[in-house]
Structures are given as structure tokens and as C-alpha cells.
Antibody, heavy 119, light 108 residues
Framework: QVQLVQSGAEVKKPGASVKVSCKAS????????ISWVRQAPGQGLEWMGW????????NYAQKLQGRVTMTTDTSTSTAYMELRSLRSDDTAVYYC????????????WGQGTLVTVSS | SYELTQPPSVSVSPGQTARITCSGD??????AYWYQQKPGQAPVLVIY???ERPSGIPERFSGSSSGTTVTLTISGVQAEDEADYYC???????????FGGGTKLTVL
């Protein structure tokens, strides 16, 4: 069965960086992309960007460009999301989600990773 | 930046029909998707490509589209349907994805 298992919770200071992992299993990793979505406490969902596991092409949300980098390691079927220059309003649960292409849904989601930014 | 607009809340009694709308200028060009999220859980896809239902999702969930508005309909609402519902689509160029603000469905 398809599973996306994310790394554990993180606590970071303002200005630091965080790297969250998302290990995929149960499907051919390079046949899909991985999107990242975050949710601040008590707030809605925010799309952060997408990476193709096939060729590494990326597409980032405009507000995060310059601070976010998404990568994949096909040898371990793992996707990564790194966010730099963290601020308090980056405190959120970060989700990875599988997506085949632009006209396809986010059909499987990871369990979420809480990132807390606090001094 | 592109936005999708949902009502903040919808309330219905058990057995009634709930309708949740989502409006956006690019919806005539781009597919819409709907996700259900219960507290402390990851979102779950309930409708894709405006009106398609994934396997395992009850038949009482349906989707429709008309112009710049898409609608999620839950017929015969059950207590277990109480959750937040989010629509998702892309801007007119298909470059950037966006989620609606979410609608809290309360089953009275």
C-alpha cells in the first residue's frame, strides 16, 4: 500500500533552517511528484510547491521562492523540503503529498511534521 | 495572487444535504479537488477533477461545476462527516496551486 512517512517534529530558532523528509513506499517513486503543503495552527492549507521525482523539476509558491528548496533522492525514494531563514509565522504542520501531474490530485498524504519556530 | 473563496461554515442536521461552494475566476479552465480534514489528521481526497470520486469514498459525496463555482455536495449527512473541507485548484496558467480557506461542516 502507498505510504508517505515523514520525519519527526522540529524546534528551531528564528533565522535557522529546517529540512523535513518524506519517505515513500508502495509505488514507483519516479512515476509521481511530491507536493508540500503546510498548515499553521488553526489555519487553512497552504501549497508550498512541487517537485517531479522523475527529473527533479520544481515549482515553488511565489511567497516562498528564495527560501525553500525541494529535492528528491531516488535511491531511497525520499523527498526533502528545506526552508531557510525561519520566522515565527513558519510555525506549522508540514505535509508531503503524492501527485502524478498538474491535472491530478494530491491522492496520498504523509502524516505531517510539526515545525515550531521560537526563540 | 489567485484566490479560491469558500464559506467559513456550513451547518446541517443528520440526514440532510450539505452543499459547500468554492469560487474562483480560473475554475472554468482548471480542475477542482476537494479534501476532508478531521482534527489532528492529514487531509483526505474526496473529489477529484470536479466530480470524480476516489475509490473508498462514500457515494453520498459528489461534486459539480458551473462557471466560476464548484460545489461539494454531501447527501444524507452523517455525524462522521463533520470536518473541515478544502477546495484546491490552480491559477489560470496552471503554474501555481491554491487552496480555498476551508469550510467547517457542523452536523447539528
Amino acid at each position: 500500500q502507498v505510504q508517505l512517512v515523514q520525519s519527526g517534529a522540529e524546534v528551531k530558532k528564528p533565522g535557522a533552517s529546517v529540512k523535513v523528509s518524506c519517505k515513500a513506499s508502495g509505488y514507483t517513486f519516479t512515476s509521481y511528484g511530491i507536493s508540500w503543503v503546510r498548515q499553521a495552527p488553526g489555519q487553512g492549507l497552504e501549497w508550498m510547491g512541487w517537485i517531479s521525482a522523475y527529473n527533479g523539476n520544481t515549482n515553488y509558491a511565489q511567497k516562498l521562492q528564495g527560501r525553500v528548496t525541494m529535492t528528491t533522492d531516488t535511491s531511497t525514494s525520499t523527498a526533502y523540503m528545506e526552508l531557510r531563514s525561519l520566522r515565527s509565522d513558519d510555525t506549522a504542520v508540514y505535509y508531503c503529498a503524492r501527485r502524478r501531474g498538474l491535472d491530478d490530485p494530491f491522492d496520498y498524504w504523509g502524516q505531517g511534521t510539526l515545525v515550531t519556530v521560537s526563540s | 495572487s489567485y484566490e479560491l473563496t469558500q464559506p467559513p461554515s456550513v451547518s446541517v442536521s443528520p440526514g440532510q444535504t450539505a452543499r459547500i461552494t468554492c469560487s474562483g475566476d480560473a475554475l472554468p479552465k482548471q480542475y477542482a479537488y476537494w479534501y476532508q480534514q478531521k482534527p489532528g489528521q492529514a487531509p483526505v481526497l474526496v473529489i477529484y477533477k470536479d466530480s470524480e470520486r476516489p475509490s473508498g469514498i462514500p457515494e453520498r459525496f459528489s461534486g459539480s461545476s458551473s462557471g466560476t463555482t464548484v460545489t461539494l455536495t454531501i447527501s444524507g449527512v452523517q455525524a462522521e462527516d463533520e470536518a473541515d473541507y478544502y477546495c484546491q485548484s490552480a491559477d489560470s496558467s496552471g503554474t501555481y496551486e491554491v487552496f480555498g480557506g476551508g469550510t467547517k461542516l457542523t452536523v447539528l
